[in-house]
């Protein structure tokens, strides 16, 4: 069926967050919000009850997907993201404009899987919790909501024409917390070509013989590397607006950037 | 280099330390089209205005990049076959999209060029902003003054905003606004950044600079039921003299801050609601230049540094003034407490 089940709440929702502790960590009794309290918030999607209108999710079958994750991930820790991510996405086939209502993840985060978000983050105090499940800004790491900021960054990274593997960037993205942040939280992620050429040429491939992550194969430069080279590479956009460049001259640059970095990181 | 602002003339800056002209082609949306219906001209100059539109898939803007002989004979070491880029950038922040259409490409003649920039209904929503620009499109070996790196930024201009759909008000506001009792922080924590609790307002950029936060002090619990939870008409126009009382403080405070933290040479605004706050000041603390919120914090900046306390502070109060309107605010209640 179309879009089963895909809702969206509406703003004032978050007010059933504040000083509601005991839901935030998912105290027994509290795992869920009262029915009663949230149902004057829900509010249905025009786009899923429309078969002419593009846009699909399938709940059962990413609660499925995230149960099966949850399984095989321990509480707090941020592998997670790499599978995650790809499940959201694909399990939740809207449009970017569609996307943009930020009500629909708010629903996912708060009413129907705040189990997910409580096993992805461990409680570091109120107010970085209420971030997890309602966002709080355009930073799509740091300050979105724990669906929307997983289906966003998916949606940016993945290759919807690449039929061998179109998430495998999604994957590698998400292979350390410190990229995400660094790269997705600023615009200079959202110009897709930037956002490969970025991973490309900080994530090294391991060769074939070596045994590598059967999920990302390979792994990010340490985190001072990346740190410096999106750095310098920032500065530069300003002289340089990215969108005057495709990949492969984005990626020059970037490899240029690296080699640089890590030259004076070794003389250090 | 000393900086070389200028409100009044072409706005050259530091950050481009090579030939560059920035604001310097014209830049227009010649006429717009949906889903190939016949070609309309948009009514504002600077705005093409979708959002009465309905039921279409994709509109087809046609745009047009003018660029002098001058311009090109400034930027470019090479006295002819000028090895540039003109480009069109798009942006649209609710749907975290850019992209970009090249008009031409090397070699760049002087005159006009065209092109259609395509929007398609289900990539874009809220405002999409349009800006040119010139850029080197290869490397030759350096002369001096002059950008000859491929990308480097020749020249832009002034930016034009399709706005799509009614912009989303909720979830992504540069401002978060909670309540809470100060009385109580200051007994929890004796060293509590909260002010005393005599006050009304707080706006914290102290816990999470990237993330303001505009709290109401719940010991002034009328203040706080009236915001929140007003009932009557008479209620709400008090709410909106205390939220407007609230905010032209807070809308100072972020402007100036933006002002002075904005860094030209970085690409991007750190945190980002400095974008946010200069993309709606601008206009009011520049109304004859109208520039982009990059060159409104910097044109503040160097106000704010080079002495000119007295203009930078009255430009800050006019525009906040303009933001929020409390004249029509103080009125309405006023008309409302004479007709009681």
New interface residues.
């Given amino acids: 069926m179309k879009g089963e089940n895909l809702q969206r709440l ?2 004032g929702a978050e007010e059933l967050l504040r000083e509601n502790l005991s839901f935030m960590k998912g105290e027994s009794g509290h795992e869920y919000l009262d029915e009663d309290e949230t149902s004057d918030y829900v509010e249905e999607l025009d786009f899923v009850h429309d078969s002419e209108t ?1 846009g699909d999710a399938d709940l059962d079958g990413l609660e499925e997907e995230l149960r099966r994750i949850e399984s095989e991930y321990d509480q707090g820790d941020g592998k997670m993201d790499s599978e995650a991510a790809v499940a959201v996405r694909e399990h939740v086939d809207i ?9 629909i993840w ?1 629903d996912l985060s708060i009413r129907k899987f705040p189990w997910f978000v409580r096993h992805r983050w461990s409680y570091e105090g109120e ?1 970085a919790m209420r971030k997890k499940f309602w ?6 790491d ?2 979105s909501c724990t669906f929307e900021r997983l289906w ?1 960054i998916a ?2 990274t993945r290759r919807e024409n690449d039929e061998d593997d179109p998430y495998l960037y999604t994957r590698r993205a998400f292979s350390t917390r410190r990229f995400v942040f660094r790269v997705f939280d ?3 992620g ?3 070509p930037a956002a490969y050429a970025l991973i490309e040429v900080l994530f090294d491939e391991k060769d074939d013989e070596e045994e590598g992550d059967e999920v990302v194969n390979g792994e990010f430069v340490k985190n001072d590397v990346i740190d410096e080279v999106i750095q310098r590479f ?12 495709d990949r492969e ?1 984005l990626e020059d ?1 970037l490899g240029d950037i690296r080699s640089n970095v890590e030259a004076e990181l070794a003389d250090e | 280099m000393t900086p070389q602002l200028r409100l009044n003339r072409s706005l050259t800056h530091e ?2 330390p ?1 030939a560059c002209r920035p604001g310097e082609l014209d830049f227009e949306v010649v006429e717009y089209s949906l889903d190939g219906e016949s070609p309309v001209e948009p009514e504002t100059d600077g705005r093409v205005d979708l959002k009465d539109y309905e039921g279409w898939d994709a509109a087809s803007l046609k745009v047009k990049v003018n660029v002098s002989e001058d311009v090109l004979d400034a930027v470019f070491p090479e006295d002819t076959d000028y090895p540039g ?1 003109i ?1 069109v ?1 798009g ?1 649209c ?8 259409t090249i008009l031409s490409s090397s070699p760049v003649d002087p005159g006009s060029h065209s092109d259609e920039v395509e929007l398609k ?6 405002v999409v902003e349009l ?1 040119p ?1 010139l ?1 080197r499109a290869e490397t030759v070996s350096p002369v001096a003054d002059y ?1 000859v ?5 020749l020249a832009d201009g002034r930016e034009w905003t399709v706005e799509v759909t009614e912009d ?7 401002l ?1 606004v909670d309540r809470t009792s100060f009385e109580e922080k200051h007994e929890e924590d004796e060293d509590t950044r909260f002010p005393s609790k005599d006050e009304m307002y707080y706006l914290d950029l102290e ?2 600079s ?2 303001p936060v505009l709290w109401f002090n719940e010991d002034h619990r009328e203040i706080v039921n009236l915001i929140w939870a007003g009932e009557s008409d008479y209620d709400n126009l008090t709410a909106n003299l205390a939220w407007n009382h609230a905010l032209t403080d807070v809308w100072t405070r972020m402007i100036t801050i933006a002002a002075i933290e904005f860094d ?5 605004w ?4 400095h974008a946010g706050v200069m993309d709606e000041a601008s206009q009011h603390l520049f109304p004859e230049q109208n520039p982009s919120a990059r060159k409104a914090a910097q044109f503040l900046q160097e106000e704010l540094r080079e002495g000119g306390h007295v203009t930078a502070t009255k430009r800050i109060e006019s525009a906040v003034q303009e933001i929020l309107d409390p004249a029509s605010g103080f009125l309405d209640h006023v008309d409302r407490i004479g007709g009681e």
């Fill in positions: 509406s703003s593009p449009t970017r404009t569609q996307a943009s209502d930020h009500g708010h107010a966002t709080h800004g355009v930073a799509l740091s300050q966003w949606e940016i600023i615009k200079m959202r110009y897709m920032r500065k530069s956009g300003a002289a340089m607006p990215y969108e005057g460049r001259s640059a | 950050a481009f090579h880029r480009l950038a942006h922040r609710a749907t975290y999209l850019r992209d970009r209904v289900d990539a874009v929503g809220g800006h620009y850029i950008g790196d491929e990308g480097v930024m989303d008000a909720g979830g992504k506001n540069n978060t816990r999470d990237a993330n030209a040479e970085d690409s991007e750190t945190p980002e609601w």
